[in-house]
Nanobody
Framework: QVELVESGGGLVQAGGSLRLSCVAF????????MGWYRQAPGKQRELVAV???????NYADSVKGRFTVSRDGAKNTVYLQMNSLKPEDTAVYYC??????????????WGQGTQVTVSS
């Protein structure tokens, strides 16, 4: 069982930055993928950025070059540095955990969600 606790959301102006954090608690596999999905009003939940314990990343095309996902393995923590934020980035951001090395689909464990709002 894994519990994910998120923090770092907020309200920023377009062009600004935010840094999200997610800490995993519980039975953590030595091989896993952690990262971020988001859901905007009227939209399906979509991948933002994930990173495996092997260092492999996967980014949505819409955020590549602006967002950076990173990990602190000792703390079972994943971060999302969001720069050059756009109003289109406004969404609830959810942390996700998946056992194993594959990143193409989310795992069954989700954080509570943190709101990111970008004003124009």
């Amino acid at each position: 069982q894994v519990e994910l606790v998120e923090s770092g959301g907020g309200l920023v102006q377009a062009g600004g930055s935010l840094r999200l954090s997610c800490v995993a608690f519980g039975t953590i596999s030595s091989i896993n993928v952690m990262g971020w999905y988001r859901q905007a009003p009227g939209k399906q939940r979509e991948l933002v950025a994930v990173m495996s314990t092997g260092g492999i990343t996967n980014y949505a095309d819409s955020v590549k070059g602006r967002f950076t996902v990173s990990r602190d393995g000792a703390k079972n923590t994943v971060y999302l540095q969001m720069n050059s934020l756009k109003p289109e980035d406004t969404a609830v951001y959810y942390c996700n955990y998946r056992r194993g090395p594959n990143y193409n689909y989310p795992g069954d464990f989700w954080g509570q969600g943190t709101q990111v709002t970008v004003s124009s």
